[in-house]
C-alpha cells in the first residue's frame, strides 16, 4: 500500500489550507490508483505539542505519532498559508522538528494558500529553500490558490491541482517503499557503551 502524508497549516477550521490540501491528495490518489493511505496531519491541533518540542528538544504523544507519519510516508503533502510573503510559523516550527534527513529524496508537493495572486511567489522563494535543505525532492508544480480561485470556475487551479497530482504520483512509483527506521536493528554494543568517550 502506497502512503501519502498531508500537512495542512490552516489556522481556521474549515480553511483554504485544508480545502487545497484536501483537493491536492484527491488528485495524487486518483493519479496512483490502488491501494493508497492518506494520514493528513492538521497542524493546529498539535500548536502547543510543537511549542513544547522546541523547548524539549523532542517531540511526544500525539505530535511524535504526527513526525513519523510525515517521515515515514511514500510521499509528502505540504500545504501553508502565507503571511507576510513566507509561510506560517506553524508551518516552520512543524518542519523544525523534522531531522535534515528524514526527508531525504521524499518526493514533496508543495502548496499554499493567500489572499491575492501575488503571494503566489512564496512557494518558489520560501517553500522550495526550506525543502532543498532538508533534501526533498519537490515537485516541479506548486500549487498556490488565492481567494478568487474558489469563487470562480474559470480559473486554471483544477488544471494545476491535477498536473501536481500527477508529478508526485509519478516521482513515488519511480522509487522504493519509505524505510522506516528500526531503532533495534544495529544495536550499539554493550561494551561501547561502558568505554568512556
Known sequence: MTTLAVVSAGLGRPS???LLADRLAESAARALGGDVAVE????????????????????S??????????????????????????????????????????????PVLLGA???????????DFALRPLFAYLRA?????GVFAASEDWGSGDTAL?????????????????????????PYDEPVPFEDLLTDR
Open 158 to 182: 483544477p488544471d494545476r491541482i491535477a498536473r501536481a497530482g500527477a508529478e508526485l504520483a509519478a516521482a513515488i512509483d519511480g522509487r522504493p517503499a519509505a524505510a522506516k527506521a528500526d
Open 113 to 123: 494558500t493567500g489572499g491575492t495572486a501575488r503571494h503566489s511567489l512564496a512557494i
Open 40 to 59: 493528513t496531519v492538521e497542524l493546529r491541533d498539535h500548536a502547543h505539542a510543537m511549542v513544547d518540542a522546541t523547548l524539549t528538544g523532542f517531540p
Open 61 to 106: 504523544g500525539g505530535f511524535r505519532a504526527a513526525v513519523q507519519a510525515v517521515t515515514g510516508a511514500d510521499g509528502l503533502i505540504a500545504v501553508t498559508p502565507v503571511f507576510n510573503g513566507s509561510y506560517s510559523g506553524l508551518f516552520k516550527t512543524f518542519f523544525d522538528a523534522i531531522e535534515r534527513g528524514d526527508l531525504e529524496g521524499r
Open 16 to 18: 483554504s489550507t485544508r
Open 137 to 141: 525532492n519537490a515537485m516541479p508544480t
